[in-house]
């Protein structure tokens, strides 16, 4: 299976291992994502930020931040999402890594970590979280010009629409 995992992520691979550059961890949320978290999301939550990444021995990793919780799902082909409420998180961390910037939380006495996420979309992902949740400070924090909030404030917007509660966009 490994190697069927390396030829379908191949590219996304060699790029983070080798340049340290996750291509994919500033892109849109792709309709799978969408798909899979709305599943989740119960009619009073809204989506406020996400970051995309890799987990270790799973795959691709997606983090989504409502304003309620906090979504983890740990492979694009699980469909398993865990959702925790702010109270049952802790400890939260972000941190420069030789793969991009990883973030770690502990939920329920169970750490939960993604790697090879955007700097930008971590950071800013990172400062909403601790609005919510006790965090220690950014290690190595990212410079952010007005055009990443900007690109970052995009992204979330845009996850914010695609993942509204039906009966709240059709008022």
């Known amino acids: 299976m490994a190697w069927l995992d390396f030829l379908k992520n191949g590219n996304e691979l060699s790029e983070l291992l080798i340049e340290g550059n996750n291509p994919y961890g500033a892109s849109l949320l792709k309709p799978s994502d969408v798909e899979q978290m709305k599943q989740h999301l119960q009619p009073s939550e809204n989506a406020q930020a996400y970051v995309l990444g890799r987990v270790a021995m799973a795959g691709r990793g997606l983090w989504l931040l409502t304003n309620q919780r906090l979504l983890i799902s740990e492979a694009d ?4 999402v865990h959702a925790f409420r702010f109270d049952q998180l802790s400890q939260g961390e972000c941190l420069k890594g030789k793969y991009g910037y990883t973030l770690r939380i502990t939920a329920q ?7 090879g996420t955007s700097a930008q979309m971590a950071a800013i992902f990172y400062q909403q979280l601790g609005q919510q949740v006790a965090c220690a400070a950014v290690e190595k924090p990212p410079r952010l010009d007005a055009d990443d909030v900007a690109q970052v404030q995009h992204h979330f917007s845009d996850a914010g629409a695609r993942l509204a509660h039906p009966s709240l966009t059709s008022a």
């Open 77 to 80: 082909n699980n469909p398993q």
């Open 109 to 115: 006495g169970k750490q939960f970590s993604v790697y």
